[in-house]
């Protein structure tokens, strides 16, 4: 009647942007990601007859707020006729900044509530749950480089490389702990309504995704630094020029894409991703971590500096 498991955010190298369906929450687009490994949500779920309601704690502090979501997510895991939850998630990064604290969150919470439940799932189910809950939370159930792909009745989820077979560092600048001023859920529907560039985008992914597959099999770094930084320009831009615009991004954020154009023109295999905030994410060779992490730590409006290599999907806890 409890368990615990561990989840860890995911990085989209090819996004996520847009809802064919926002009922079931379904992508409009697939995408690729890297699920990383020291940044980690823990969420313990205990179902409790004595209950009359759910209850959730995030990090220490009842969360209001998110206990709608949560519920409706532990109802698709174990059916409406469920006993109530006391839901304890932790997390080791900030949350709701844009470091996808919501598809570890999401992810460790399908799996946690599964097996308190002593419900008998694949994975391949848990990330459709997980996935209705936060779109990018699907990935976070494989470890590795991970494809979301955007099936006619569905997601259909893989890793398509283990980890190991090509390490790389995920070095994140976090230049903002505020919590985001419009979610990716909200800015995604203003996209897909105001956003003259939005039908391009959507045009545009099947072949990006295939180019960053490509590298990806192939283990060509320039390769997939190029698409990935393109699909995630693209992205913003779609944004930006929207009505009214979305713009996640603040003066350290850029200061930042500045540094790595420079470490790139230095040499180092390096190249820049930004979600749904301000912070800038670094993949990198393991071999120019540390100039990576020097250089982001010097720019002004960077307040921590956050390092992870490339870890597994959502699991159970030992034990627990
Ligand atoms: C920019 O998964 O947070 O991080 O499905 O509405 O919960 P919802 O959206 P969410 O969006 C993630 C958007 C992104 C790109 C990505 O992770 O692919």
Same mark, same amino acid.
């Given at each position: ?23 079931? #929450? ?13 940044? =980690? ?6 179902? %409790?007859?004595?209950? %009359? ?5 995030? #990090? ?14 532990? %109802? ?81 989820? /893989? ?38 560039? =939005? ?14 597959? %490509? ?34 991004? #603040? /003066? /350290? ?64 806890? #030992?034990?627990?």
């Amino acid at each position: 009647m409890r368990a615990i498991a561990r989840a860890q955010p995911n990085i989209a190298l090819i996004k996520y942007w847009g809802k064919r369906d926002s009922q079931r #929450n379904l992508p409009a687009v697939g995408s690729i990601s890297v699920t990383l490994d020291e940044l =980690y949500t823990t969420m313990a779920v205990a179902l %409790d007859g004595a209950l %009359d309601h759910d209850e959730l704690e995030v #990090n220490g502090r009842a969360a209001q707020s998110m206990l709608p979501r949560v519920s409706r997510c532990l %109802d698709s895991v174990l059916g409406g006729d469920r006993l109530r939850a006391r839901v304890t998630s932790e997390s080791n990064f900030p949350i709701a900044a844009g470091l996808a604290s919501s598809a570890s969150s999401f992810a460790a919470l399908v799996v946690a509530a599964a097996a308190a439940g002593g419900r008998e799932t694949t994975v391949d189910e848990l990330a459709g749950l997980a996935g209705r809950a936060s779109g990018s939370a699907a990935r976070s159930l494989y470890g590795g480089f991970v494809e979301l792909r955007n099936d006619a009745d569905g997601i259909d989820v /893989a890793t398509i490389l283990d980890g190991e077979a090509w390490p790389m560092r995920v070095v994140a600048a976090v230049t903002s702990r505020a919590p985001k001023p419009v979610s990716s859920g909200d800015a995604m529907e203003i996209s897909r309504r105001t956003s003259p560039f =939005y039908s391009r985008w959507i045009e545009e992914q099947d072949m990006d995704l295939a180019t960053a597959r %490509d590298a990806i099999a192939v283990r060509d770094f320039g390769k997939l630094a190029s698409i990935a930084e393109h699909n995630c320009l693209k992205m913003h831009s779609v944004m930006w020029a929207s009505r009214p615009p979305v713009v996640y991004w #603040n /003066a /350290a954020t850029l200061a930042c894409l500045e540094r790595v154009r420079e470490l790139q023109a230095q040499g180092a295999a390096a190249f820049f991703t930004i979600d749904a905030g301000p912070q800038v994410k670094v993949i990198c060779l393991p071999e120019d971590e540390t100039r990576v992490i020097d250089a982001l730590s010097n720019t002004d409006g960077v307040e921590t500096v956050l390092v992870s290599g490339i870890g597994p999907g959502a699991a159970r806890v #030992n034990g627990d």
